[in-house]
């Protein structure tokens, strides 16, 4: 029989504490937002054990904000509506009383609690979770970790059968001392979670309705101490969020270290979580890769590189302080130092782009050079063709951006422009300081500029008297 679990994400608080004005879990994290990251790892989980899954957000505040986001992004995601915030247990009470979810909430096997505001936990936690559950055949498991300074969150109290959660509020001193926290994240039977949910009140310090109470009768249930915290942190605060956005990026640099990229100081590198980077790539510190990038196997990138939404491949470099947007650099390109490769850049094997070079929407063959100070926008550049320095594709005309095409083998002169739209064979020769605004067949050379007139003796005319 195939495995089903009905997931929760718990996302109808306000997050006042966060002092954002986004509602929580719309809140940036990375180059994401907070939500993003319990769905992404949900749906790793699922497939990762095979286990048939749906996921449903619970929302409340703001979710005229948080649905469409959802729906967007995730349109296979579905929703429960919490009216009003009364706490966690009632959060999962609109859940299996949804109307737009129809029952079908009961039928799952399993029922799976993450927090919207928990976005370190990986697919790796919940399998560990799934496994102790099924193995043991228990009724629930919530993970818990040891925290320093556990203010904030509920403790773990062990008794002799089972556990019980208590409340920083209300905590007697004796068990604000307890250091294992929950870190609000659960599976249970369905069975068992309906059952005990009904029994949950709100008796406590806060009036609220607390999901932890779902343990409290429970013989069959454990707490699951995991050795390393900061994969829950809960983001209540901006300084909570600073420490998981760095909790992410640790674990991600782990696994880049783990597949062979060497870094100079990882503590300066900052790649998002979907990045990936090939084996014996090194990376050099105050670098921020970010999107969806993909670098290839021994690429070099240096310091001050900004890279996002960029392919390099492999043996290519990002030589320092250059920025990559959008772009493609193929194998054994370089680009840089402080070069700019914008949307549409794509940067032929074994091509050379140098300093202060700006690149848009552009394609470059195999070994162009394009080494020093140029613009090039729209333009195609064939094989083995060299632009020298100063060179400007001229491509707008104030209302439209033109194309200019450069055929292979050309050698284009310092500080030449094109006026767009133009053409230069293959195999042509641009003069220095040429306008070149009529095409050029193959094999042709152009030359455009002023007569140089040159009078001895006059320059004292025009040089200032001592
Ligand atoms: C909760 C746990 C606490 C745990 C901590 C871990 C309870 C009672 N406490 O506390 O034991 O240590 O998480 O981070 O569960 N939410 C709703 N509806 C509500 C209330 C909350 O959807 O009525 C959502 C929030 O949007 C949030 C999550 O539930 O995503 C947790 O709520 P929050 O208020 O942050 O709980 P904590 O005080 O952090
Ligand atoms: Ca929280």
């Given at each position: ?35 993003d ?28 904000l ?48 993450i ?26 498991v ?13 403790r773990?109290v ?34 068992y ?22 343990f ?35 674990r ?11 870094f ?57 302080y ?62 083995e ?26 050698f284009?002169?310092?500080?030449s422009?094109?006026?767009?739209p ?45």
């Amino acid at each position: 029989m195939k495995l089903s679990i009905g997931a929760v994400i718990l996302a109808a608080g306000e997050g006042k504490r966060l002092k954002l004005n986004v509602p929580k879990p719309l809140a940036p994290c990375l180059d994401k937002k907070l939500v993003d990251f319990p769905i992404k790892e949900l749906k790793k989980f699922f497939s990762q054990n095979k286990i048939e899954g749906k996921i449903t957000a619970v929302i409340g505040h703001q979710r005229e904000l948080v649905r469409p986001y959802i729906e967007k992004n995730y349109p296979d995601v579905a929703f429960a509506i919490q009216e009003e915030q009364r706490g966690t247990a009632d959060a999962l009470r609109s859940y299996f009383g949804s109307n737009e979810l129809n029952d079908i909430t009961k039928q799952f096997q399993y029922t799976l609690v993450i927090c919207a505001d928990t976005p370190v936990v990986s697919a790796n936690e919940l399998t560990e979770m799934f496994t102790l559950l099924t193995n043991e055949k228990l009724d629930g498991v919530a993970a818990s970790f040891i925290e320093q300074n556990p203010k904030g969150y509920g403790r773990i109290v062990r008794g002799s059968a089972g556990f019980h959660i208590i409340e920083e509020k209300d905590a007697t001193d004796e068990i604000r001392k307890i250091s294992e926290v929950n870190s609000g994240l659960y599976i249970l039977k369905t069975s068992y979670v309906l059952e005990h949910l009904k029994k949950i009140d709100s008796n406590n310090k806060s009036g609220e309705f607390y999901l932890t109470d779902v343990f409290k009768d429970g013989l069959n249930v454990k707490a699951q101490c995991f050795p390393d915290g900061d994969i829950f942190l809960g983001v209540n605060t901006l300084k909570q969020l600073e420490d998981a956005e760095w909790a992410i990026r640790e674990r991600k640099k782990i696994e880049l270290r783990d597949n062979g990229v060497r870094f100079i100081d990882s503590s300066h590198c900052y790649i998002d979580s979907e990045v990936e980077i090939g084996m014996g790539s090194v990376i050099y510190p105050n670098t921020f890769l970010t999107g969806k990038t993909i670098i290839g196997k021994n690429v070099t990138i240096e310091m001050g590189a900004q890279i996002t939404n960029s392919i390099i491949d492999d043996g290519a470099k990002v030589l320092a302080y250059t920025i990559l947007e959008g772009a493609h650099l193929r194998t054994k390109a370089s680009a840089g130092p402080f070069a700019r490769l914008r949307p549409g850049a794509d940067i032929g094997p074994e091509s050379k782009i140098g300093n202060f070079v700006e690149i848009k929407k552009s394609v470059l063959d195999r070994g162009v050079k394009v080494s020093h100070l140029s613009y090039v926008g729209d333009a195609f550049i064939g094989e083995e063709t060299n632009i020298g320095c100063g060179f400007i594709t001229c491509n707008f005309d104030g209302l439209n951006k033109q194309i200019t095409r450069i055929g292979k083998n050309s050698f284009i002169g310092s500080d030449s422009q094109t006026i767009a739209p133009v053409e230069i064979g293959d195999d042509c020769f641009v003069a220095s300081s040429s306008t070149i605004s009529k095409s050029m067949p193959d094999g042709a050379f152009a030359i455009s500029r002023g007569h140089q007139t040159t009078k001895e003796g006059m320059a004292k005319k025009f040089l200032k008297k001592k």
